[in-house]
C-alpha cells in the first residue's frame, strides 16, 4: 500500500493516495479521498471501488431510524397511514438499477443497440418488487421511477424507451396476475451530478397485517433456491442471472481497459487505476453457453429475473407455512444473515452448479470464493425457508411449471451462534454473525 | 459556433463540437455529443448547461402516459389503487434536490460546515411536498428517500446527517399540523453513476376526491403570490429564496473559475467551459442584505421554503373558492403556462421587488430578463388564483401572520390566446402558447 499522508479538510481527514494513482493517470486535477475509505474494508477489492456489498455506513446512519412494525421482516413495514385502519398496513419501498446503467451506457454507445434499455427498467422495477414479494406483497402496488440524467450524452428517445417500457413490463406482470400501476415520476436533467444516467423506482402497497410474511426461520427448516438463470416461460432468452447485484465487480473485472479511455464517464474518477476495468473482455465477445455463442456484454446486461410469478401462486397456496422469504440481492448467498434471529446455522449444501457467467466473472477477476459468495447471487437469488418438506416439493413443481429451476438447497440447523456454510464442490465456506 | 462534423454512433447523431472544447481544456479524452443538444435551445445558457427549463424531451416522453382523474391537477391523481374507494384517489409523487447538492458538496469541502447538508434534505422534501399541496393534499402522506452516493468522496457521517435531518424535519412540520411519516428508502454507493450525491424522497397519499384542489384559473381571478424570500416564523434565518431551481445557472453564474479546478466532480464535463463557473464570487464572499451582511454561498444555498403552514389552513377555510394552487418551480413565473386551459391571459403587474439573490445572480449571469422569469422563481414560488377578493385579502392575512410576505400580484383577463404577460419596472415580457 502506498505511502499516505493525512490532510484535513472541514470535519474529514483527506489522504493523498489516490491523488499518486491520478498524477500516475496525469489527465486529472489532484483529489483528495476520506482516508477513512482507505482504511476499511481495503482486503475486499469490491470496497476498492468505492461500494460495499456490507453497506455498513449506511445501516450505521439508519440505525436510529424506527424498525416498523415488523423488525424482522424483509422490507419496512408501517401503520397504514393512508386508511387509518388497525388491521391493514403500508409498504414503501425504493431502489434502483445502480451501476448497471453504466454498462448499459457503453454498450448503447458501442452497438446503437437501445434495447439495452428496457433490461434497465426491468432491473431497477425487479429490484423494488422481489424485495415486496418477500412480505407476501404480489398484488395492488402503485410505482413511481426517478430517472436523473445526464442531457449531454443521453438523449431524448432513451428517455422514451425507459419511460414506456416501463408501462409495457407492467402489463405484462399484468398477465401474470400481478397488478402494478404506474403513477408517474420524475426526469431531471443534472448532469452536474449524474454522469450518465440513473433510473431508480419507488414502490407503495397497503395490505392486511395477518397476510404479511415475516421472517423467523427454524432450525428443521429446508431452503428451496429458485435459479436466477436459464429462460422462465415469461423471459424472452437466456437470463445470465446476473441481477442487478455487483454490477461494480462484473463490470470492472469482465471488461477491457480500452473502456476506461474511451468512456471515462462510466466510472468513478476517484478508485484507484488498478481496479478499473481490468478484464480481458469486449462487450461484443462470445462465450458459448448451452453450445451456443452468447456477446458477453448482453449476458452480464440479463434483465434481472422476477420471481413474482413463481411467488403469487406459492405465497397465496402456502403463506401460513412460509418461515421466511430472502431476496438474495446485496450480500449474495449471505443475505439471510441480516434476518437470523437466533443461533442457527444455514447450511447451503445443495446450491446449483455455478452458471457459466459467475464462472466468467471468477475467471477474470480472481476473486475467492468468500467474496464472490458475499457479492453475486451465484446461481439463486430467491430463496424460501419452509418446514414441511412436502411444501418444499410443492413449491419446486409450481416454479418449474414456470420454467424456473429449483431445488432444496440446503437446510438449517441449530448452532451456538448464528453461521452461514456454504458447501461449494469440496470447499466449505463459513461466516460467522 | 465553431464548425461541426456529425457523425453517427448507433442510431444517434454525434458530433465534435465539444470534443474542440474538451482538447482546449486538455485534461480528457475525446468525447461526442448528440448533435440535436446542440442545435436546440441554443439561444438559452441555461440549455447550453446541459439543462432545460422547458423539458420538452420530458414531456415528449411522457406524452402517452395517461393524465390521471384530473388531467389538469398540479400533480397526477390515480384511482384508490390502496382501498379500491370509487370515493377516493391516490397520489404518488417524487423530486429530487438537483443540482443544489453539488454546490453543497463544495461549500462543506471549503467551509467543514455540515450543516449545508441539512438544507439539501429540506430542499427534496419540499420540492415533493409543496407540488402535493397545490392540489390540495397536505396532512398523512408517507415519505421514502432515494440517495445515490460516491462513497468515495461522501463519508457516513454525510449520510447519517441525511437520514436523520429527514426525521427532524418531518417532527418540524408536525408542529404545524402536518402529518408525514418516513418509511424508510434506499441508500446506494453508486460512484460509477453520480459524481457526488444525488438526493431525492418520493410521497404517496389517499385522499378522497371531493377535496381535490383542481386548477380552472378563470378570467377575472386574482392572482396571490407568496414570498419565497425573508424569514418566515418557521424558518431559522433569513431565507435567500432560491428554491431548487435554476441552480445550475446560479451555480455557475455566480461562482468563480477556481471551482472548476478545485472540484472538477462538482459539474458536467461535456458541457463548453465558456459556460462552467463563470462568476466572480466565491462561496465566502458576502454581500448585504437589511444592513447585515451575508455570505454568498449560504445565500444561495437557503432552503427551499415550505408553504405547508400558510397552505393548510388557507385550503382547509377556501379549499372550495380557489381555482389553482401553482407552484412556480420549473419554469419560474411561467410555470402556470402549463395549466391554462382557455384562453386568457396571465397578467403579472404586481410582482415583489425583485430580491438581493436573484438581482445577484442577474448582475453575475447577464441573462434577460425573459430568461430570469423562465428560469427562477423572482420573489414567489407559490401562487394562488381566486375569484373573491376578500378571500384574496384572507389568505393574505393567514401569511402575514406567519411571517411570509404576501400580496396580489396580478389578475387574469380575457385574451385571444393563451399569454402570460409580466411587468418589470417599465419593461413587459409577453409569453404566448
Chains 1, 2 share one sequence.
Request: aromatic residues 8%; glycine residues 8%.
Amino acid at each position: 500500500m502506498l505511502m499516505c499522508q493525512p490532510k484535513v479538510i472541514g470535519n474529514v481527514n483527506y489522504c493523498s493516495l489516490k491523488v499518486v494513482n491520478r498524477i500516475q493517470n496525469s489527465n486529472f486535477v489532484p483529489y483528495f479521498l476520506p482516508i477513512q475509505e482507505l482504511m476499511s474494508d481495503h482486503d475486499l477489492k469490491y470496497d476498492k471501488r468505492g461500494v460495499s456489498a456490507s453497506k455498513n455506513e449506511v445501516h450505521d446512519a439508519i440505525k436510529k431510524l424506527d424498525k416498523g412494525l415488523f423488525p424482522n421482516a424483509f422490507c419496512k413495514i408501517i401503520p397504514d397511514i393512508t386508511g387509518g385502519d388497525p388491521e391493514y398496513c403500508n409498504i414503501m419501498h425504493a431502489d434502483t438499477a445502480g451501476t448497471k446503467t453504466s454498462l448499459a451506457y457503453i454498450y448503447w454507445r458501442e452497438t446503437g443497440d437501445l434495447s439495452v434499455w428496457k433490461g434497465i427498467v426491468e432491473d431497477a422495477i425487479v429490484m423494488n418488487l422481489d424485495d415486496m414479494a418477500c412480505i407476501g406483497c404480489l398484488n395492488h402496488i402503485v410505482i413511481s421511477s426517478t430517472i436523473g440524467r445526464n442531457k449531454s450524452i443521453i438523449p431524448g428517445d432513451v428517455l422514451s424507451l425507459l419511460i414506456n417500457h416501463t408501462q409495457e413490463y407492467l402489463e405484462k406482470l399484468n398477465k401474470y396476475g400481478i397488478n402494478i400501476t404506474l403513477s408517474g415520476g420524475e426526469t431531471a436533467d443534472v448532469g452536474d451530478i449524474v454522469k450518465t444516467i440513473d433510473v431508480g423506482y419507488t414502490t407503495f402497497a397497503r395490505m392486511q397485517r395477518k397476510d404479511i410474511v415475516d421472517i423467523n426461520i427454524k432450525p428443521g427448516d429446508y431452503i428451496v433456491g429458485f435459479s436466477s438463470f436459464g429462460q422462465a416461460v415469461y423471459e424472452d432468452e437466456y437470463n445470465g442471472g446476473m441481477g442487478s447485484n455487483g454490477l461494480t465487480s462484473a463490470r470492472h473485472d469482465v471488461f477491457s481497459k480500452v473502456y476506461a479511455e474511451k468512456y471515462p464517464e462510466s466510472y468513478n474518477q476517484f478508485i484507484p487505476d488498478d481496479v478499473v476495468y481490468t478484464g480481458s473482455k469486449l462487450l461484443t465477445d462470445s462465450i458459448t453457453i448451452n453450445n451456443k455463442p452468447m456477446n458477453i456484454g448482453k449476458l452480464v446486461l440479463s434483465p434481472t429475473r422476477t420471481y413474482l410469478p413463481v411467488l403469487k401462486p406459492i405465497v397465496e397456496t402456502y403463506r401460513k407455512q412460509i418461515n421466511g422469504i430472502i431476496h438474495c440481492s446485496g450480500g449474495g448467498q449471505t443475505k439471510v444473515s441480516k434476518f437470523i434471529n437466533k443461533n442457527i446455522n444455514i447450511v447451503k449444501d445443495n446450491l446449483f452448479e455455478m452458471p457459466p457467467l459467475f464462472n466468467l466473472i471468477r475467471e477474470e477477476a480472481g476473486l475467492s470464493l468468500r467474496e464472490m459468495y458475499q457479492v453475486f447471487n451465484m446461481g439463486h437469488r430467491m430463496e424460501c425457508y419452509v418446514s414441511d418438506q412436502n411444501v418444499a416439493k410443492e413449491m419446486i413443481n409450481i416454479a418449474s411449471s414456470l420454467g424456473v429451476d429449483s431445488q432444496i438447497i440446503g437446510r438449517v440447523e441449530p448452532s451456538s451462534r448464528p453461521t452461514i456454510e456454504i458447501h461449494h464442490k469440496g470447499d466449505l465456506i463459513r461466516y460467522e454473525y
